[in-house]
Structures are given as structure tokens and as C-alpha cells.
């Protein structure tokens, strides 16, 4: 059975190594799917403790859990739009991943579901949200979640 659960600050640190390591597994898939960017060695530690440090204010964090096994999370995070934009509360859903195995039994829409309970509860006027144009299967479900196109963001790499 797969329990879909929230994870505070003071959660076991098993659950943070999980997260930890599925967060690295979704940019290897991000990477195989079109990003150009590389996590960096130690990217998957920071931005773990970072995460930690601001969950119940500005983020969310959900897991899937199968028995003990984190197989999948999602990461919500409250933006505020700039005064000339009314100074509202957005949501953005920053991060959704499930490993492989799982991915069509339904976990990502329960993950992306409770992201929404907590977006309610925050009165945010609107939930956005990033993905790759290479990535066909994401955006796919996206689409099926009725999430619309509204920005095509681009870019260029410069040498550094």
C-alpha cells in the first residue's frame, strides 16, 4: 500500500537521505530529458538542508511512501509577485519525482493533490510550475492535471 505523507522539519532523517537520493535520480532524468545544467557534487546535500530549513513557512514537502521506501515527493513553495503585480501569494510547485518502477499507479497525482490541499490552505491565487519541452512525458502529465501553457522560457548557454 502506498501512503502519501508531509514531512516536517523534525521528520526521521531516513525519510531526508530518501529524498536526498530520488533527488539526484530526477536530475539524471532531467539531464537525459534536456537540461543542460549538472547538479553539482554536493547538490543533492544542499539543497536538502536548505529545504529542511524552510519547511512549514515557505515549502512543503510530501512523500510517497511504499512501506519504508520513499518512492516518491513532491516540493511546494510559496512565491510573493512583485507590488506592480498586486503583491499576491503564488504557488509553485518546484519539484515532482517518482522513481520508475512506480510511476503508473497514480502516485504522482496524489503527491501533486496534496501540494494543491496546502496551496488552498496558503490562499495563493494561482500554482505554476516548470517543465522541460523535451521531457514529452511530463508534460503529459501535467496536461491530464489540467495545468495549461502559459510562458515558454529560453535560454543560452555562456561559457564561463
Not at 545544467?37 to 513557512?57: F, I, N
Request: charged share 30%; with cysteine; aromatic share 8%.
Amino acid at each position: 500500500m502506498i501512503e502519501i505523507k508531509v514531512v516536517g522539519q523534525d521528520s526521521a532523517d531516513s525519510i531526508f537521505d530518501q529524498v536526498k537520493s530520488l533527488f539526484s535520480d530526477m536530475y539524471d532524468y532531467m539531464n537525459r530529458h534536456g537540461l543542460n545544467l549538472r547538479l553539482a557534487d554536493t547538490g543533492s546535500e544542499l539543497w536538502c538542508d536548505t529545504l529542511k530549513k524552510t519547511l512549514g513557512r515557505m515549502n512543503y514537502l510530501v512523500v510517497a511512501m511504499k512501506q519504508e521506501e520513499v518512492i516518491g515527493f513532491g516540493v511546494g513553495a510559496i512565491r510573493i509577485t512583485p507590488a506592480y503585480l498586486g503583491t499576491k501569494k503564488l504557488g509553485a510547485i518546484t519539484h515532482v519525482f517518482v522513481n520508475e518502477e512506480n510511476r503508473v499507479e497514480g502516485i504522482g497525482i496524489s503527491i501533486v493533490d496534496e501540494l494543491e490541499k496546502w496551496f488552498t490552505e496558503q490562499e495563493v491565487v494561482s500554482v505554476e510550475l516548470e517543465v522541460l519541452t523535451e521531457s514529452e512525458p511530463a508534460i503529459k502529465f501535467w496536461e491530464k492535471l489540467n495545468f495549461k501553457r502559459e510562458l515558454r522560457k529560453s535560454q543560452i548557454g555562456r561559457a564561463s
